[in-house]
């Protein structure tokens, strides 16, 4: 394995791992907070830059493109740029109503940003050998599991009458 393509690998993860704790850090505790809209753009950036090294691997030949692991992933990106810039822009209106409520948008860019990394997997593990529209429906399933998963546990909790 390249130092380049290691250095994508951890890079896109460190974007998982940054991204995940600031939007759950957010449902937990169903306010946005400075620390979250920190961790928004640190794993914004550490995505753009594992992208950015996965496209010149790919440009470079050494790698098989995949036109919707590209697509969804330019689109994830998008997105998450969209949701740093807004949890900013409510952070710094200092609007407490858009604070309570933006859990609703995070959770769903979050989920979207999913899709790309899962099919990113499903593509780069050789053993696996899934071709594009299989990564990509796998990906698809796997978020939609985990959405339900989400939205089972929000529904017991607010059945019980549970506080997030």
Do not use: Q
């Amino acid at each position: 394995m390249s130092s380049l393509l290691i250095g994508a690998i951890t890079a896109i993860t460190a974007a998982l791992v940054l991204y995940t704790i600031g939007v759950f850090g957010e449902r937990r505790s169903g306010t946005l907070s400075k620390h979250n809209v920190v961790l928004f753009w640190c794993g914004f950036v550490c995505d753009t830059t594992g992208t950015s090294i996965m496209t010149v691997i790919a440009r470079s030949g050494s790698a098989t493109g995949s036109s919707l692991h590209a697509i969804s992933g330019a689109l994830a990106i998008v997105l998450m740029l969209v949701h740093a810039v807004w949890a900013t822009v409510v952070i710094v209106r200092n609007d407490e109503r858009g604070r309570a409520n933006f859990h609703r948008f995070s959770i769903v860019v979050w989920l979207f940003w999913l899709i790309p990394y899962v099919i990113g997997i499903l593509l780069g593990t050789p053993a696996i050998g899934a071709s594009d529209i299989v990564a990509t429906c796998v990906a698809i399933v796997v978020v939609a599991c985990v959405a339900g998963l989400l939205w089972l546990g929000d529904h017991r909790r607010a059945a019980s009458g549970e506080e997030r």
